[in-house]
């Protein structure tokens, strides 16, 4: 009788772990299945959370001219100041990203880009199309035009003057593309220059008899006292950008484009034009 209930009792136990074993590996086999699928949360989670933090710990390196006022120029302190510095740096502030700037004149850095060297370009550089075929640009963030500046006590008053005459102009930029663009038309050579500075310089001591410039950069200077005067109206021209290498530092133009934006509708655009240009 002993054995026979023990006999009964062991079947009934072994019944129960049995039962108990089948609800065991169910409810383990659905919590591991939601394991795997937090953890595969976890880690999509960690990895955007890594690529964020690698997005906001970079630092840009972003070129631009040496003397393009009044969009980039040393002021008495020493400091690099201008309508393209500041637009870049209210840009900057609203979208968080951090940046390095280089100074290293217009074709420098140009090249120093194409190169590798560095992120962007913010130099006053005209959207042109021969530029979009290795460059994005931003969206427009000034309208511009080329203005030829004679010296105050100049008698060129056309372009016809020109003829057999010596002009100056920037090397790589639109004035200087304008330039070559009606050279042979109306008779004159052209003597290219790194910088603004030494063009400005080369017509003032006679060398040469004009220079095309951006049209308000030639009008900055003047109103700072430079002896030039600009005798024919504004050609049209294109508009500035802020350039990146084709297909890349794509982030960063969202951002620029962004900024922009934000800093139109909040005033702080048209504030930084009214400090440089006077209307």
Do not use: H, W
């Amino acid at each position: 009788m002993k054995k026979a209930l023990a006999l009964t009792m062991a079947a009934v136990m072994a019944a129960s772990m049995t039962a108990c074993g089948g609800n065991t590996k169910e409810t383990t086999a659905a919590e591991t299945k939601a394991a795997d699928t937090t953890a595969a949360d976890t880690t999509a989670a960690d990895t955007a959370a890594a690529d964020t933090e690698a997005a906001d710990g970079k630092v840009y390196k972003i070129a631009t001219d040496t003397t393009f006022a009044p969009f980039e120029f040393e002021n008495d302190k020493g400091e690099m100041v201008g309508i393209d510095l500041d637009i870049l740096k209210a840009i900057a502030d609203d979208q968080g990203f951090e940046y390095e700037l280089v100074v290293a004149g217009f074709s420098a850095a140009c090249t120093g880009m194409e190169a590798g060297e560095y992120d962007a370009v913010i130099a006053g550089m005209s959207i042109t199309d021969e530029r979009k075929e290795k460059y994005d640009f931003s969206e427009p963030y000034y309208d511009s035009g080329v203005g030829m500046a004679v010296n105050a006590d100049s008698d060129i008053a056309s372009y016809e003057d020109l003829k057999d005459k010596t002009v100056a102009a920037k090397i790589g930029t639109e004035g200087c593309s304008f330039a070559e663009s009606i050279a042979e038309q109306y008779g004159f050579t052209i003597n290219q220059f790194e910088d603004s500075s030494s063009m400005y310089q080369d017509v003032l001591a006679g060398n040469s008899v004009a220079c095309f410039e951006d049209y308000p950069v030639l009008g900055y200077e003047i109103s700072r006292g430079v002896a030039f005067k600009l005798p024919l109206p504004m050609e049209n021209g294109n508009s500035y950008g802020f350039a990146v290498m084709k297909g890349q530092n794509t982030e960063l133009v969202e951002m620029f484009n962004a900024g922009l934006k934000n800093i139109k509708d909040s005033g702080k655009y048209d504030e930084i034009l009214n400090t440089y240009i006077s209307k």
